[in-house]
Structures are given as structure tokens and as C-alpha cells.
């Protein structure tokens, strides 16, 4: 026979039946907790880079690329067509100013001054026989008019001899006609010959002139051939280092080849290249921040820039505002930043491979061990720093490493 079941066993079963249903609802949150936990992406926090905001300067920069080169640097040239010699000095010598580098054979360069004093002896052979010349001739000219003029002065008579004959009746007036005809006619030939002495005057002083000229022209290519000629032996009109020489023995130079560069090594100065996409945003005057390594920035000017563009670049030169540094050398590489935009007391954070060069992107901004994903707006930037617009507060610390891989996850976890 059934027996009603009691009160007591009736609230036990139903309470052991609700202390089941919450375990195994504990367990499934537990174990969804757990699932989420092994599944959220974490990082390492020795693995990460991380820079807090802060604020300060940011300049914005155009990057280019330098080579450190001498403030002053002489390129020496033949001043003569030759061959090399003897080369005096070797690459690296410290050089005085009137000190031998270059010996170029003079042979060809003697022959040639020698060809130029014998034209010139011959010019003046040539105007010292002009002169005999011309002087005979005005010589000729002046006795013919000396001839004319007393030929003139006989007329002269003659005519007053027949006009007191026609006075005293013993002459005739065609006598007389005769005789004034014969003196207009001596009287032209005289006024001829004095023309014909005064433009051989003058023609002999432009012949004489005309010789001068070329006598002078002479004399100043001797005088630019003694001083190529002296100049054969190859040296520099100031103090330096040979940079380069041209030390190929025997090798055939033209008038106007390079042949040694000579530089000042206790200044220098920095060309640079950069894309043509940004030489609209290049001037003279813009300041530049050149790096040669990890502290070792030095501050300078655009000097100038070329005109022209080469292969997709243009260049342009800095001058140093310590241009004498300890670690400045010829032909250095270094990073140059031209500075076009400076912003003074904004939000910065140190630039790094989370940057993307955009405007806005997202960042993972770190708070007690999680990195929680954050979209930030970014203004101007330089390889130091990045200008925070808004999304970040002064004193936040964010991750700056490359976190492109967890770029849709809202936050992560960071483990010691």
C-alpha cells in the first residue's frame, strides 16, 4: 500500500534538484569564462614597446637623405693640353698653398710659346718695316707738294710779269689768260697733293694702329701661355686635404680636365636629395635637422636648392649652424629632416611602427594589465614624434609596436 511522501523529503529533493541546476549552471559560466579567456588574444609585456603621452614640441618633417661634404672644396684643372707626369702628392696629404701636387709635360707647352714669340718677332719686323714704308711715302708726297707749291709761286710771277706787260702795252690779254690759267691749274694740283699727304696721314696711322693691334693681342697670348706654362706644375691657391688626384702616368689631360680636388676639412656642409613629389614644400631658408647618429643631431639651414630635377629627385645643400663638429667627415651618410611646420606645447607621443601615417587609427591604450583598442586622430609628424589631436589624454600610456594583427580585437590581454 502507497504512503503519502513526507513534507520534509519533499523540500529535500527540491532543494538538491536547485543546488543541481545552479552547479551546473556555475560550471557552464565557469567554463565560458574559461573559453574566453583562452581564446582573447594576449601579449607579453617584455615583448612590447609602449610610450606615455606627453606634452611638447612637434616640428613636421620632410625626410631626405644626405652626404656630408666639405663647406669649401678647389677643383684644380689643366690649363693646358698635356700629358701627366709625376703626381707629387698622394690622396689624404695635407696640402700649402703653391705646394706641387701635378706635373704635366711642358714640351708641348714650351713649342707653343716658343711659335708665339716668332709670330711676334715677325709683327714687329713687319711694323718697323710699315713704318720705313710709310714714312717713304709721306716723305714722296711732301717734296711733290713742295715742288707744286713753288711751282706755284713761279706762276704767281709770271702772271704779274704779263699783267704789267699789258699795263705798258707790251703784252697781250690772251697772254694774260694764259698765264692766270696755268696758275688755277697748279693751284688745284697743289690743293690735290695736300689732300693726298693729309689722308696718307691718316691711313698711315690706322695701318700703324691696326698692326699695334695685332702686336698687342700677340704679346697677351705669350703672356697666357708663360702663365699656363708656369702653371704646368699643378697646385692649389690654398691650404687642405687632397680629396682626389688624377694619378693615371701618362694619361692625356685637355685644357679645362680636372686633375685634383683640394678641401677644407675643418668645415662642412650637407647635399641632400629629396622626392620631387614634396620640392613644392622645399625653400631656402627652412630650417633642417641633420642625424648622424644616436645623439648626434645637428641643426642647420637650406641653403639652396637646384633648379633642376634629376631621375625623381632634387637636390639641395644645408649649411651647418656648428659646422665644425668632432663627428662631421667627408662623405658621412646621414638622415636630414626639413623642418616645414612647428607646433609648440601639443599633445606628443613617441613615433614608432604603430604609426600608419594616417589621420586617425586605431591604438591600444594600456589600463590595469589589459590594452583596450581606442581610435585616435593624429596631426603632424617627425621620426621622433607623433601630434595627438584627440582620443588621448596627457600621461596615458599606449602600445607602439606593430599591432596590425590585432587591429579588430576590442581589447587585449597584457601578461606580466
Known amino acids: 500500500m502507497d504512503r503519502a511522501i513526507s513534507t520534509t523529503t519533499q523540500q529535500r529533493r527540491r532543494l538538491r ?32 614597446l609602449t610610450a606615455r603621452v606627453e606634452t611638447g614640441d612637434v616640428d613636421a618633417t620632410l625626410t631626405a637623405s644626405g652626404t656630408v661634404i666639405p663647406a669649401r672644396e678647389a677643383v684644380i684643372v689643366s690649363p693646358i693640353q698635356s700629358t701627366i707626369r709625376r703626381v707629387a702628392l698622394a690622396v689624404g696629404a695635407r696640402v700649402q ?9 711642358k714640351e708641348l707647352a714650351a713649342s707653343t710659346l716658343a711659335k708665339l714669340d ?20 709721306l716723305t714722296d ?12 709761286s713761279s706762276l704767281q710771277s709770271a702772271l704779274r710779269d704779263e699783267q704789267h706787260l699789258l699795263e705798258i702795252g707790251g703784252g697781250t690779254a690772251e697772254a694774260v689768260r694764259q698765264a692766270e690759267l696755268n696758275l688755277r691749274t697748279a693751284r688745284l694740283e697743289a690743293a690735290r697733293l695736300r689732300q693726298q699727304l ?31 706654362l708656369r702653371q704646368a706644375d699643378i697646385s692649389s691657391q ?14 692625356t689631360v685637355q685644357a679645362g680636365d680636372a686633375l685634383a680636388r683640394v678641401a677644407d676639412l675643418s668645415r662642412y656642409r650637407v647635399r641632400a ?38 631621375k625623381g629627385v632634387v637636390t639641395f645643400y644645408a649649411t651647418l649652424a656648428n659646422d665644425h663638429h668632432p663627428t662631421l667627415r667627408a662623405n658621412l651618410r646621414a638622415d636630414v629632416a626639413v ?33 583596450v583598442r581606442r581610435v585616435v586622430r593624429f596631426g603632424d609628424s617627425n621620426p621622433d614624434y607623433v601630434q595627438v589631436l584627440s582620443g588621448l589624454a596627457a600621461g596615458e600610456e599606449l602600445i607602439i609596436s606593430d599591432t596590425k594583427a590585432y587591429a579588430d580585437a576590442p581589447e587585449l590581454v597584457v601578461k606580466p
Open 97 to 105: 698653398p703653391g705646394q706641387t701636387i701635378v706635373e704635366l709635360d
Open 198 to 228: 693729309g689722308n696718307q696721314r691718316q691711313a698711315s696711322q690706322a695701318d700703324r694702329r691696326e698692326l699695334g693691334y695685332t702686336v698687342s693681342m700677340q704679346q697677351r697670348s705669350i703672356a697666357e701661355q708663360s702663365r699656363k
Open 141 to 152: 708726297l711732301q717734296a711733290q707738294q713742295q715742288a707744286q707749291d713753288l711751282k706755284v
Open 273 to 310: 636629395t629629396l622626392s620631387d613629389t614634396y620640392a613644392d614644400q622645399l625653400h631656402p631658408g627652412d630650417a633642417v635637422l641633420v642625424r648622424l647618429g644616436p645623439g648626434n643631431d645637428l641643426r642647420g639651414t637650406v641653403a639652396s636648392i637646384s633648379p633642376a630635377v634629376d
Open 238 to 251: 690654398q691650404p687642405g686635404v687632397l680629396t682626389w688626384v688624377n694619378d693615371n702616368l701618362g694619361a
Open 17 to 48: 534538484t536547485w543546488l543541481l541546476g545552479l552547479g551546473v549552471l556555475a560550471a557552464l559560466l565557469v567554463a565560458g569564462l574559461g573559453l574566453r579567456t583562452v581564446l582573447q588574444p594576449s601579449l607579453r609585456r617584455p615583448d612590447l
Open 339 to 371: 623642418i616645414t611646420r612647428a607646433h609648440r606645447g601639443v599633445l606628443r607621443v613617441k613615433n614608432g611602427p604603430f604609426y600608419q601615417g594616417g589621420q586617425e587609427q586605431p591604438v591600444f591604450v594600456l589600463a590595469d594589465g589589459r590594452a
Open 118 to 137: 716668332d709670330e711676334q718677332l715677325r709683327n714687329q719686323n713687319k711694323n718697323a718695316q710699315l713704318r720705313l714704308t710709310l714714312a717713304r711715302s
